[in-house]
């Protein structure tokens, strides 16, 4: 993530109290990778999503992401006081 801190408009959070979950979103599209227990990253799922309709999967995933957001660190700021 350290190559990516000069490009502007990327943001980066880490929560530790969820269950992993890595979320990428671009507008009305976003890539979800539910981590599976007993799995590493590479065996788990991803999924693909796109906004097709109000309170779809992608609203659903969206909110979830914005709950888990609001409670997260910003990764740049916990790299500056040596906790990441």
Excluded at 1 to 12: C, D, F, K, Y
Excluded at 46 to 53: E, G, I, P, T, W
């Amino acid at each position: 993530m350290e190559r990516l801190r000069p490009v502007g408009n990327i943001e980066g959070r880490f929560e530790t109290g969820h269950v992993n979950l890595s979320v990428f979103r671009f507008d009305d599209e976003m890539i979800v990778t539910p981590i599976l227990a007993r799995r590493v990253g590479h065996d788990s799922p991803m999924l693909h999503l796109r906004r097709n309709q109000p309170d779809g999967m992608f609203d659903r995933f969206a909110d979830h992401v914005e709950e888990l957001w609001g409670r997260g660190r910003d990764i740049w700021e916990a790299t500056e006081h040596g906790q990441a």
